[in-house]
Nanobody, 123 residues
Framework: QVQLVESGGGLVQAGGSLRLSCTAS????????LAWFRQAPGKERRAVAA????????AYGDSVEGRFTISRTNAENTVYLEMNSLKPEDTAVYYC????????????????WGQGTQVTVSS
């Protein structure tokens, strides 16, 4: 099992940037594919970015492609989400997730979840 803790959320003006971090403890970090999800009030939780175990492969949702960047540092057990050109519609609770076993991406199920961090973008 792996435990995930997110940080870096906050309030930012439209057009600004934030970097989220998620640090893992427990089993070997490099064994897990990782993703960032978000959930806005009244909406489903959806994946916005995913990264494979080596960090070479990444995938993004259409709404964040070109603005968000996911990366990981296996030596530090950390995954990041760099968010640029933020929009009010990016406001949500952002969750880090980890997947054991085969497969990765924004359309697969994840096994472990962090507690979430709030991102609020003002217009």
């Amino acid at each position: 099992q792996v435990q995930l803790v997110e940080s870096g959320g906050g309030l930012v003006q439209a057009g600004g940037s934030l970097r989220l971090s998620c640090t893992a403890s427990g089993r070997t970090f490099s064994n897990y594919a990782l993703a960032w999800f978000r959930q806005a009030p009244g909406k489903e939780r959806r994946a916005v970015a995913a990264i494979n175990r080596s960090g070479i492969g990444t995938a993004y949702g259409d709404s964040v492609e070109g603005r968000f960047t996911i990366s990981r540092t296996n030596a530090e057990n950390t995954v990041y989400l760099e968010m640029n050109s933020l929009k009010p519609e990016d406001t949500a609770v952002y969750y880090c997730a980890a997947k054991a076993g085969a497969g990765w991406g924004i359309y697969v199920e994840y096994d472990y979840w962090g507690q979430g961090t709030q991102v609020t973008v003002s217009s």
